[in-house]
T-cell receptor, first 116, second 115 residues
Framework: EPEVTQTPSHQVTQMGQEVILRCVPISNHLYFYWYRQILGQKVEFLVSFYNNEISEKSEIFDDQFSVERPDGSNFTLKIRSTKLEDSAMYFC??????????????FGSGTQLSVL | AQSVTQPDIHITVSEGASLELRCNYSYGATPYLFWYVQSPGQGLQLLLKYFSGDTLVQGIKGFEAEFKRSQSSFNLRKPSVHWSDAAEYFCAVVFMNTGFQKLVFGTGTRLLVSP
């Protein structure tokens, strides 16, 4: 089965630093997403991205967050000035173009972000 | 309010025994329903999904789930659990009025399999 690849698997950073989490979605997919899971809590939707723009974002996704598809293969999540509460597992996901029905999301294995 | 509830945080099942993981949602209409599994160090893998039609859906790894509209439930079942099934299981829902791309997850149920 095709895979979504995320790098790095673990990222440790100092509070206030910028981090970029990288994802390589499945090659023919057009919809891209970031979710996160704070330890012991639910997996939460952050943002969805289609046609080079954000299609939907949650309340969590404030001005400190941004997403980008800098080339034809990568999809990145940037946190400009990390806070302690940004520590979480961040999951990237992608899906193929659908026809009005929710298409299967393929999730990566996640990047564990630790903010010290 | 729209929500997804998995009432069991942990469940321990003996290998070979049957399994049922509970999931309830609160919503005025029928959402799209999913079960995902997360093994340690792994991403989220889709087990099965329900959009419409037959309320009993079959998934991968021998799992099935039944949608019961009257109970707003979508419980996951497996007739005989294997040790490799030990993982965290998430029920997830797409509420139609919140955008078709946005999954709302339950808090998860950790399955432990005893010998």
């Amino acid at each position: 089965e095709p895979e979504v690849t995320q790098t790095p698997s673990h990222q440790v950073t100092q509070m206030g630093q910028e981090v970029i989490l990288r994802c390589v979605p499945i090659s023919n997919h057009l919809y891209f997403y970031w979710y996160r899971q704070i330890l012991g809590q639910k997996v939460e939707f952050l943002v969805s991205f289609y046609n080079n723009e954000i299609s939907e974002k949650s309340e969590i996704f404030d001005d400190q967050f941004s997403v980008e598809r800098p080339d034809g293969s990568n999809f990145t999540l940037k946190i400009r000035s990390t806070k302690l509460e940004d520590s979480a597992m961040y999951f990237c996901a992608s899906s193929a173009r659908d026809r009005g029905r929710h298409e299967k999301l393929f999730f990566g294995s996640g990047t564990q972000l630790s903010v010290l | 309010a729209q929500s997804v509830t998995q009432p069991d945080i942990h469940i321990t099942v003996s290998e070979g025994a049957s399994l049922e993981l509970r999931c309830n949602y609160s919503y005025g209409a029928t959402p799209y329903l999913f079960w995902y599994v997360q093994s340690p160090g792994q991403g989220l893998q889709l087990l099965l999904k329900y959009f419409s039609g037959d309320t009993l859906v079959q998934g991968i790894k021998g799992f099935e789930a039944e949608f019961k509209r009257s109970q707003s439930s979508f419980n996951l079942r497996k007739p005989s659990v294997h040790w490799s099934d030990a993982a965290e299981y998430f029920c997830a829902v797409v509420f139609m009025n919140t955008g078709f791309q946005k999954l709302v997850f339950g808090t998860g149920t950790r399955l432990l399999v005893s010998p």
